[in-house]
Each structure stands twice: as structure tokens, then as C-alpha cells.
């Protein structure tokens, strides 16, 4: 974890924290906000352009002063999975994520890593950090969301904005198959499912990369490895 503390920007597109699926939710941005301005560059804030839709298929928009209007202050706090937040901070050298697919053919996937280089008002240049296609440069611009027949929200609306989020934390389940050079387990609790800790300590290809914190009593340097005994049997 304290890795960040002295790592420059440029050094970071090897380090990713992974926080358990199972602990209590985490902000990550706010995690990190002590060693956020290590990062080279000022901060940038993005705001998006909200948009309430009565026909997402067809762009249809909906009049502000109609009954179907949403106010924007409730737009604006609505953040569902897989939707960039309201307030997109970003600054060169921040770790991100892709949050859709924009071209296969390039590996620009959802859930791929990527290392802001530059910042423009409608593109990112970004360097992918994962393996495959580590250190090929892409861009990542603006585009439209749209959000539709939501159970929960019962609104369809659009957003544009920079389909990212900032990653400097990635959960145990989605580092499997991933070998990285620094990793950070940090453990608001014990590991809940079996197999869960053995996956996240053998992300790192040394030893000497691999940092594990815990919140609990300073003397406490141990922790509970869940196995099934029913799959031993």
C-alpha cells in the first residue's frame, strides 16, 4: 500500500491495489487521496452532459419543463455500475479503467488498464497496461452512454463523457490471470471465499513485490485462509 508514497507517475502502471470483493465498499480516489498529488500536473475535472431520454433507440430527448423532466441535480448523483462518476478527475499519469468496449481489434475492452499520457478536452492518450499489449498507445475519447430500462432507477438517460474511471484498485476476482510487478493486498477483513487469498499473494512474480496490509490490532500479523474442507474430501 505505502508503495504509492514514494513511486513516481510513470512508475505506477505496475502497481494496482487489490481490495477484496467482500470487504466494505472503498473509495478508491479517497484511499488514495494522501498520495494522489504525487502525480504529476494539475487536476482536471470533467463534468458530463446529462440528458433524460424517453426513447433511448431513437435519441429522443425529453423537454426540460415536460412532466417526464428529471431534475439534473438527480441525474448528476445517479453513478450505476459501469458508468463513469459525475465528477471525472483525472490528471496525466493516473492509472484508469476502460468501462466499455471501443475497438477489439486495438484491445480497447472493457475492464482494460490503460496510463493517461495526455489530457484534452474530448480524447485521452492513454499507454495499455496490460500485458499483451503493454506500452502501445491509443486514444480514448468522449462518447455517448446511454442508460436504459433500468429496474432500480426507472429513468433511460444519456451521458458523455470519457468512458474511464480511475483504477488504482482492482478486486481479487478480476486479477486472476494477471502477473504484475508490485501488489498491494489490503485486508479490511479476512478473506471471505475459498481460494480468495492464495489468488491475490500469487499475483506478484517476487516476493519482494508483494505488500499486505491489515486493519487490526499492530500485533496481529496473521490472517484466516478460507478452505472448504467438503472440496478436500
Given at each position: ?7 513516481k507517475g510513470h512508475s505506477l502502471r505496475d502497481m494496482f491495489i487489490i481490495i477484496l470483493i467482500n470487504s466494505p465498499p472503498v473509495n478508491p480516489l ?61 490528471k496525466k499519469g493516473i492509472p484508469d479503467m476502460l468501462l466499455c468496449i471501443l475497438n477489439v481489434a486495438k484491445g480497447l475492452v472493457n475492464g482494460i488498464r490503460l496510463l493517461v499520457q495526455d489530457i484534452k478536452w474530448h480524447v485521452l492518450k492513454c499507454l495499455i ?105
Amino acid at each position: 500500500m505505502e508503495a504509492g508514497t514514494w513511486m513516481k507517475g510513470h512508475s505506477l502502471r505496475d502497481m494496482f491495489i487489490i481490495i477484496l470483493i467482500n470487504s466494505p465498499p472503498v473509495n478508491p480516489l479517497a484511499f488514495f487521496r494522501k498520495h494522489f498529488n504525487i502525480l504529476s500536473d494539475d487536476c482536471k475535472h470533467y463534468l458530463q452532459t446529462n440528458l433524460a431520454v424517453s426513447d433511448p433507440t431513437e435519441d429522443e430527448f425529453v423537454v426540460e419543463d415536460s412532466p417526464q423532466a428529471v431534475p439534473e441535480e438527480v441525474l448528476n448523483s445517479i453513478n450505476p455500475p459501469g458508468f463513469p462518476a459525475h465528477l471525472l478527475e483525472l490528471k496525466k499519469g493516473i492509472p484508469d479503467m476502460l468501462l466499455c468496449i471501443l475497438n477489439v481489434a486495438k484491445g480497447l475492452v472493457n475492464g482494460i488498464r490503460l496510463l493517461v499520457q495526455d489530457i484534452k478536452w474530448h480524447v485521452l492518450k492513454c499507454l495499455i497496461m496490460t500485458v499483451a499489449r503493454k506500452g502501445i498507445e491509443v486514444l480514448t475519447p468522449k462518447i455517448k452512454l446511454n442508460l436504459e430500462d433500468d429496474d432500480e432507477l426507472g429513468i433511460n438517460f444519456t451521458r458523455y463523457q470519457f468512458p474511464v474511471t480511475v483504477a488504482f484498485e482492482i478486486t481479487i476476482n478480476k486479477s486472476q490471470g494477471q502477473s504484475l510487478a508490485i501488489v498491494g493486498v489490503y485486508l479490511q477483513i479476512h478473506v471471505f471465499a475459498h481460494g480468495q487469498l492464495c489468488v491475490a499473494l500469487s499475483r506478484t512474480r517476487k516476493i519482494v513485490g508483494l505488500l499486505v496490509g491489515a486493519v487490526g490490532p499492530e500485533t496481529e500479523t496473521t490472517t484466516t485462509k478460507i478452505v472448504c474442507g467438503d472440496i478436500l474430501q
